[in-house]
């Protein structure tokens, strides 16, 4: 499509966006009275209007029925978290089975490498990608720590090569040959959230599997932002935040995927709790624990409902668009504010990179030459939210459920205010 820089013509575009009507279902912020420009929506999702309502049910239940809302609210308590199962399993390419929502990411890659990390001393290096999220970093050599193992002798990093921004897939297959029978797991983010890329999880999962190693993602830039088959791509396991694309709030739960072929299996290592016993006889505190047959079997504690509610507000809404819409949508977006800032890049005289590559989802990471923080706090001040990584780089992740073509192009004419005011200021 040939595109232009112009008001009209990303009017245009919005008045053709069938997603368009859905801007209307979230709050923005405002900045100077003006609703902001936000390219945050892969750190924290706005608020869908509509998640009050859910949130208010569960605090007039617990005001009118007290207890008894655990079995007797309209949508009792004591399995809130399965309304959650079928759309998010949409969302994920995933059987409603092999999904839960519990706890928060991080405590579930920890819950999850429970089961899935079981170093023996001949298969026991876990393969990960370089500048992996901090948080992953921690949770991985901690984990290899409480195994009485070194780190420094487990843990294996793919880089990127040099001069390059992101990472080749022939590069990840490799390093998982190279390693192959001492491979006991694969873990990387499944969207970079440094520069945006979509790694070919089915390539990476099928070299993994065929090493025998475990293969688990952490999607919390992925869900909500690309299109995911986890049950198809034979994925073991992953686990995701809700706050980013998800839209659910700060902080909010976290979503797992357990394949099927891990289900009501007996003798899997798992750190237990009452959630995870079966429904039927849970009440009868019986001190033997008999797993539920899907991925609740996971669940330590009974479900955090106000946590849930507002995921499933969100998840309402990704059902009723569909991943295939908001993906169409996203590339349409993404794409135009690739073209806008390349031609704003050539009228500031190339002063800024963009380094996400092709395969990715709606964000761009954009690298900036010299401009650095002074551009990004006048960027804050003039509306537009985005978000600052060190050394020199701003990330762009317009959320197609809420962003639009006008945005984007008037983005493009305050990036360039932003860059000749300060090139002029020397
Ligand atoms: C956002 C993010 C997290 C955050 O983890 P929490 O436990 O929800 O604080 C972890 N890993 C990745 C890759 C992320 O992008």
Redesign the pocket.
């Known amino acids: 499509m040939l595109f232009h820089n112009s008001l009209e013509f990303a009017q245009k575009l919005d008045a053709e966006d069938p997603l368009g009507p859905y801007r209307d279902e979230f709050y923005f912020p405002k900045v100077n009275g003006k609703e902001v420009i936000y390219f945050t929506g892969n750190s924290l999702g706005l608020q869908p209007k509509r998640t009050q309502r859910y949130i208010d049910e569960i605090m007039t239940d617990w005001k009118e029925l007290a207890v008894e809302g655990h079995f007797h609210a309209d949508k009792p308590w004591w399995d809130y978290h399965e309304r959650l199962a079928e759309p998010l399993a949409k969302v994920i390419g995933a059987k409603p089975e092999e999904v839960c929502v519990l706890n928060?990411?991080?405590?579930n890659l920890h819950f999850l490498m429970a089961s899935f990390y079981t170093p023996s001393p001949d298969r026991f290096k876990i393969l990960c990608e370089e500048k992996?999220?901090p948080?992953?970093q921690y949770m991985l050599q901690s984990q290899v720590r409480w195994h009485g193992l070194d780190p420094e002798k487990v843990i294996v990093t793919v880089k990127k090569r040099k001069g390059e921004h992101f990472w080749r897939t022939e590069d990840v297959i490799a390093k998982v040959e190279e390693i192959g029978d001492e491979l006991a797991l694969i873990l990387i983010?499944g969207v970079n959230?440094y520069n945006g890329q979509f790694f070919d999880m089915q390539a990476i999962t099928q070299a993994g599997r065929s090493v025998g190693s475990n293969v688990g993602w952490?999607l919390?830039?992925a869900v909500g932002n690309v299109e995911l088959e986890l049950h198809s791509w034979d994925v073991d396991f992953a686990a995701w935040?809700s706050?980013?694309y998800m839209n659910s709030g700060p902080?909010n739960a976290?979503g797992i995927f357990v394949h099927e072929r891990h289900l009501g299996k007996d003798g899997i290592p798992r750190l237990e709790g009452w959630w995870g016993t079966k429904k039927e006889t849970r009440f009868l505190m019986k001190p033997q624990f008999e797993p539920m047959p899907n991925a609740d079997a996971w669940q330590v504690s009974n479900p955090p409902v106000l946590a849930l509610a507002p995921y499933l507000a969100s998840l309402e809404m990704f059902n009723e668009v569909g991943m295939t819409a908001l993906v169409e949508k996203r590339n349409r977006l993404t794409t135009y504010l690739e073209f806008i800032l390349k031609e704003i890049d050539k009228e500031v005289d190339s002063t800024f990179e963009i380094i996400t590559p092709l395969d990715r989802g709606c964000q761009l990471s954009v690298l900036l030459h010299g401009e650095g923080r002074p551009l990004f706090d006048f960027l804050m001040e003039n509306g537009v939210i985005v978000d600052w990584r060190e050394p020199n780089v701003i990330r762009l992740a317009p959320a197609p459920f809420y962003c639009s073509f006008t945005d984007m192009y008037q983005f493009g004419q305050l990036l360039k205010q932003g860059i000749l005011t300060r090139i002029s200021n020397g």
């Not at 928060?104 to 405590?107: D, G």
């Open positions: 928060t990411l991080t405590v992996a999220f948080s992953d983010g959230y952490d919390a830039h935040c706050y980013k902080g976290s």
